[in-house]
């Protein structure tokens, strides 16, 4: 059963335009929120996380909104350049575990 | 370099080899993570370390795997009778007491012919 899944397997955005990526979990309990990227041969590098007590957070470039009702988790990345072309995860934890749950990954490729 | 560092990098075996692989993490960070991926996914979590105590193990992790972190510091993975289904990228990441965001290691990318 997918805890945590990413619709989207792959988006195109136009530089300097907005990225935004998307991630729905099933269990209410989960209480911290993150997004990872990956670039190929690296290990995922932390981005931006979020508590289930905010609804956004932002840092820079990236701002990530929490939609509790809906469990629904968003990145916006506004202006998008193409250093940001990578795989990005969302991961969940939480829920009485010492679990991280990761979604299946979103690739972005910024287009120059 | 102070990051997670993992070791061998890749890693290619016959089938029922036993390999073993090693995550040392950063230093002041008590917390530490193994985790699987492969293609087209996203990291699957194998068992967690506060210390040297293993306080998780997921259900996926078969009778075939164990890890240790015998002094709290370094940690290894071992894979006994390995099975081409084992072929996967084998993730490392350390947190710090009191935070939630993961520092992931480059990974091992184990092949088994």
């Known amino acids: 059963d997918q805890q945590v899944k990413q619709n989207s397997p792959s988006l195109s955005v136009q530089e300097g335009r907005i990225s935004i990526l998307n991630c729905d979990y099933t269990?209410?309990?989960?209480?911290?929120f993150l997004w990872y990227k990956k670039y190929p041969a690296e290990g995922p590098t932390f981005l931006i996380s979020i508590s289930s007590i905010k609804d956004k957070n932002e840092d820079g470039r990236f701002t990530v909104f929490l939609n509790k009702s809906a469990k629904h988790l968003s990145l916006h990345i506004v202006p998008s350049q193409p250093g940001d072309s990578a795989v990005y995860f969302c991961?969940?934890?939480?829920?009485?575990?010492?679990?991280?749950?990761f979604g299946t990954g979103t690739r972005l490729k910024v287009l120059a | 370099d102070t990051g997670v560092s993992q070791n061998p990098r890749h890693k290619i075996t016959k089938r029922g080899q036993n390999v073993t692989f090693r995550c040392d993490p950063i230093s002041e960070h008590n917390r530490l993570y193994w985790y699987r991926q492969t293609l087209g996914q996203g990291p699957e979590f194998l068992t967690y370390f506060q210390n040297e105590a293993q306080l998780e193990k997921s259900r996926l992790l078969s009778d075939r795997f164990s890890a240790e972190r015998p002094k709290g510091s370094f940690s290894t993975l071992e894979i006994q009778r390995t099975e081409q289904g084992d072929s996967a990228m084998y993730l490392c990441?350390?947190?710090?007491?009191?935070?939630?965001?993961?520092?992931f290691g480059p990974g091992t990318r184990l092949t088994v012919l």
């Open positions: 269990n209410s309990m989960f209480d911290y």
């Open positions: 991961a969940v934890f939480g829920a009485g575990t010492y679990k991280y749950i």
């Open positions: 990441a350390s947190i710090q007491g009191g935070f939630n965001e993961q520092f």
